[in-house]
T-cell receptor, first 115, second 112 residues
């Protein structure tokens, strides 16, 4: 049973370009969470999605960032017009349900570097 | 404002001894706590959790203790093994099931 998959693992973008990060949850999981980890920091929640719905985006920057989890295919975190401050590790997690007893399983992350 | 604090960025322990990782929180609404372990270039892995109705939860070599009055929890690893060397994150949530809030992590090095 494959775990949470994220790709690409490493992504380099120049300022002003777009970054698209993909996350495939574990089989049977319909809840997806995106987190960002800045250097020397903990993980910060960005957005929580269920299939076709954004449930909680309280941690998402208001501009340039968007997320989706379509009926078919992976969840996508999209960052438009990237800036150097967007350089970070972006982790996706999935769970079977939203109950706190349902463990969030994390993917290996995408390391975004903005030049 | 950091609601979950791990004040020790790093900790070194001899193999076979006890590792104690500490975590403090400021939000009195938090009632569910988790520890995750993270190796370099990998995502965090769930280790153990505790609800505020308990003050201790044990799973093999890992035990988490919760002191609600002090808003403090700790993770004990006994005996420590070289493979335990990793960054450990404490996380918390409240009854509204709001998103997990993570500390900055403590890097544990277990020396053989």
């Amino acid at each position: 049973n494959a775990g949470v998959m994220q790709n690409p693992r490493h992504l380099v973008r120049r300022r002003g370009q777009e970054a698209r990060l993909r996350c495939s949850p574990m089989k049977g999981h319909s809840h997806v969470y995106w987190y960002r980890q800045l250097p020397e920091e903990g993980l910060k929640f960005m957005v929580y999605l269920q299939k076709e719905n954004i449930i909680d985006e309280s941690g998402m920057p208001k501009e340039r960032f968007s997320a989706e989890f379509p009926k078919e295919g992976p969840s996508i975190l999209r960052i438009q017009q990237v800036v150097r401050g967007d350089s970070a590790a972006y982790f996706c997690a999935s769970s079977r349900a939203r109950d706190r007893g349902d463990t969030q399983y994390f993917g290996p992350g995408t390391r975004l570097t903005v030049l | 404002d950091q609601q979950v604090k791990q004040n020790s960025p790093s900790l070194s322990v001899q193999e076979g001894r006890i590792s104690i990782l500490n975590c403090d929180y400021t939000n009195s609404m938090f009632d569910y706590f988790l520890w995750y372990k993270k190796y370099p270039a990998e995502g965090p892995t769930f280790l153990i959790s505790i609800s505020s109705i308990k003050d201790k939860n044990e799973d093999g070599r890992f035990t988490v203790f919760l002191n609600k009055s002090a808003k403090h929890l700790s993770l004990h690893i006994v005996p420590s093994q070289p493979g335990d060397s990793a960054v450990y994150f404490c996380a918390a949530s409240d009854p509204r099931n709001t998103p997990l809030v993570f500390g900055k992590g403590t890097r544990l090095s277990v020396i053989a």
